[in-house]
Structures are given as C-alpha cells and as structure tokens.
Nanobody, 128 residues
Framework: QVQLVESGGGLVQAGGSLRLSCSAS????????MAWFRQAPGNEREFVAS????????HYADSVKGRFTVSRDNAKNTLYLQMNNLKPEDTAVYYC?????????????????????WGKGTLVNVSS
C-alpha cells in the first residue's frame, strides 16, 4: 500500500507556471507507475499525464502536450508535474495516482477505475 500527498497548487495568472509535487510513503515507490489526473467543477476526473516506474516513458493528454512535463525522483519518493503556459481551462483539482505491477502502462490504460491509489488533490486556479 502507498500513501500519496500532493502539494504545490495555488492561484496563478494565465501564462504562468506551477510545479506540483506528490510525495509517496508506505511502500517502495519504484514499484508503482504514476499518473496525474484532474477534475474541474462539474466535470469528470480526466487523465493528464503518466510516467513509467523507472521514468523512461511518459504520456500526456493532448490538451497539455508541450506545456506540462511529468517526472519522478525514485530516490526521493516524489512525483512532479511542471505546468507552463497555464490557461484558465487548466483550473481543476489535480490528483496523484498510483498503480503497481506494469512497468510502463500505455496512456489508454489510465482510467479512474484502473488506479489503485489516489492522493487527496491540490487545487490549481488559473485566472484570465
């Protein structure tokens, strides 16, 4: 089992940047493929980005490609999401997600039902 805690959210103007972190504890972090999801008010939770267990493979939703970068530091048990050129439509609660087993899941595998562990989320609010 793994516990996930997100941080780094906040209020930012359009065009600005934020870096989210997700700190993991309770089990060996490198055993988990990781992902970021987000949920805007009134919308379903959606996939944003994922990274393989050793960090050599990443996938992104089309809406964030070229603007967001997912990374991880297995020595520090931490997942990151660097968000640049933020837009008002990026406003949402961002969740860290973990799934053990597969080393490098395809992006299409990352549904909310497929995730084993969730953090509680951190709010990102992008003003226009």
């Amino acid at each position: 089992q793994v516990q996930l805690v997100e941080s780094g959210g906040g209020l930012v103007q359009a065009g600005g940047s934020l870096r989210l972190s997700c700190s993991a504890s309770g089990n060996i972090f490198s055993l988990y493929a990781m992902a970021w999801f987000r949920q805007a008010p009134g919308n379903e939770r959606e996939f944003v980005a994922s990274i393989s267990r050793n960090g050599d493979s990443t996938h992104y939703a089309d809406s964030v490609k070229g603007r967001f970068t997912v990374s991880r530091d297995n020595a520090k048990n931490t997942l990151y999401l660097q968000m640049n050129n933020l837009k008002p439509e990026d406003t949402a609660v961002y969740y860290c997600a973990a799934r053990p087993g597969l080393s490098s899941p395809r992006a299409t595998m990352w549904s909310t039902d497929w995730v084993n562990y969730w953090g509680k989320g951190t709010l990102v609010n992008v003003s226009s």
